[in-house]
């Protein structure tokens, strides 16, 4: 089946830095890439999402940027925030409804 | 206009009991999902349900099932209860069968399921 792979795990940046996620992905079929932030103990949330004919997506601070001949996408947080600490999950829709969601990164953003 | 709601928030079952979880879409979403979500790991498929009808299933043991009703709500039933099923189950509503890539999913806050 599908298989989606987060790196890093965790990240720590100071207030005001860049922090970057990556993501890969394994189905070339996959057309849909979004990005979810979770805050403890509370629901994923959509931030921005990518499709497949498309290579970048810019919104205010956060941007996607999607390389499919090479099956990974990022996410570019700039001008970090405290209020951006919390878990961000990629995530592909290959088939049908259903997503397939990468591990997960702590993103950690130090005042 | 009301978000997507499950109940209950939190439950705590025995292994080998049942438990049943509920969840209603946003109004005018017709596609329930369910996922499970295991502490520090990143959510999982369970099923995908659209006007009533089973769209889609994931990798997940008989002991899984759900239904959909005539109203759009949903329930996600897991019996025999191991200590692994503990997890925080989400359900994700979307327009239509196809909707996640065309408009995306609202989730609902979750059920904490603990297994002791």
């Known amino acids: 089946g599908e298989n989606v792979e987060q790196h890093p795990s965790t990240l720590s940046v100071q207030e005001g830095d860049s922090a970057v996620i990556k993501c890969t992905y394994s189905d070339s079929a996959s057309n849909y890439f979004p990005w979810y932030k979770q805050e403890l103990g509370k629901r994923p949330q959509l931030i921005i999402d990518i499709r497949s004919n498309v290579g970048e997506k810019k919104d205010q601070r956060i941007a996607v940027t999607l390389n499919k001949t090479a099956k990974h996408f990022s996410l570019h947080i700039t001008e970090t925030q405290p209020e951006d600490s919390a878990v961000y999950f990629c995530a592909d829709n290959n088939a049908g409804n259903m997503l397939t969601f990468g591990g997960g990164t702590r993103l950690m953003v130090k005042p | 206009d009301a978000g997507v709601t499950q109940s209950p928030t939190h439950l705590i079952k025995t292994r080998g009991q049942h438990v049943t979880l509920r969840c209603s879409p946003i109004s005018g979403h017709k596609s329930v999902s369910w996922y499970q979500q295991v502490l520090g790991q990143g959510p999982q498929f369970i099923f995908q349900?659209?006007?009533?009808?089973?769209?889609g299933r994931g990798n997940f043991p008989d002991r899984f099932s759900a239904r959909q009703f005539p109203n759009y709500s949903s329930e996600l039933n897991v019996n025999a209860l191991l200590l692994g099923d503990s997890a925080l189950y989400l359900c994700?509503?979307?327009?239509?069968?196809?909707?996640?890539?065309?408009?995306?999913?609202?989730f609902g806050s979750g059920t904490r399921l603990t297994v002791v």
């Open positions: 994700a509503s979307s327009l239509g069968p196809q909707g996640v890539a065309n408009y995306g999913y609202t």
């Open positions: 349900y659209y006007e009533k009808e089973e769209r």
